[in-house]
């Protein structure tokens, strides 16, 4: 079954032979793009690889497998790049939720101008860090607004930010079907 043939299958008829290869088809990329990021998160539990392999899954085939049914390829090689988008998707969608509910997600909010409340709330310094961290990754982003132009601006802010800040490759970002960019134009991008 070819690539195209696979996905439509899976998108539109939900035949179980066609999801089992499916799973034995890309089951691999997706597992080795789990463990690569969460270890980039410091975490290397392999229940937790599971998990985040099956909520992969589970993001694919929600909304009536939208994902599958809304993809269109670009090139031969687009489907891969679209699966490593969805797989960081969850990845990230993961890590962020806990790093929130660290952060006190459904907690009170406090007045910053209060410095004991807002000491309390941060709890160290570590919270500290990390608004000097987002204040600079703020700052970074109005930069780049600032010196990027042309029709391009949208496109190369993303590279930079996947490249940068998300740690993905010259090459892995120029399999994404949405830069429209070979290997060369992505780290003459990253590198100009």
């Known amino acids: 079954m070819s690539l195209e043939e696979l996905i439509k299958a899976c998108a539109e008829n939900n035949a179980p032979a066609a999801w089992e290869e499916f799973i034995r088809r890309f089951r691999p990329l997706i597992a080795a793009i789990v463990k690569r990021m969460t270890e980039r998160w410091s975490s290397n539990s392999p229940a937790l690889v599971d998990d985040l392999i099956q909520d992969t899954f589970l993001k694919i085939c929600s909304d009536r497998r939208r994902l599958l049914t809304e993809f269109t390829p670009r090139h031969p090689e687009a489907f891969y790049g679209y699966l490593k988008v969805i797989t960081a998707s969850v990845v990230h969608d993961y890590f ?13 909010e406090c007045s910053i101008d209060d410095e004991a409340v807002f000491a309390r709330a941060m709890g160290t310094t570590v919270g500290a860090d990390n608004i000097h961290l987002n204040i600079l990754l703020r700052e970074v982003d109005d930069i780049l607004n600032s010196v990027l132009v042309g029709q391009e601006k949208t496109r190369d802010r993303t590279i930079f930010w996947l490249y940068y800040y998300h740690g ?15 290997v060369k134009g992505v780290e003459s991008v990253i590198h100009g």
């Open 168 to 182: 993905f490759t010259a090459s892995e970002i120029a399999r994404l079907p949405s830069i429209g960019l070979m």
């Open 96 to 108: 962020r939720a806990q790093r929130s509910q660290k952060r006190g997600l459904g907690q009170p």
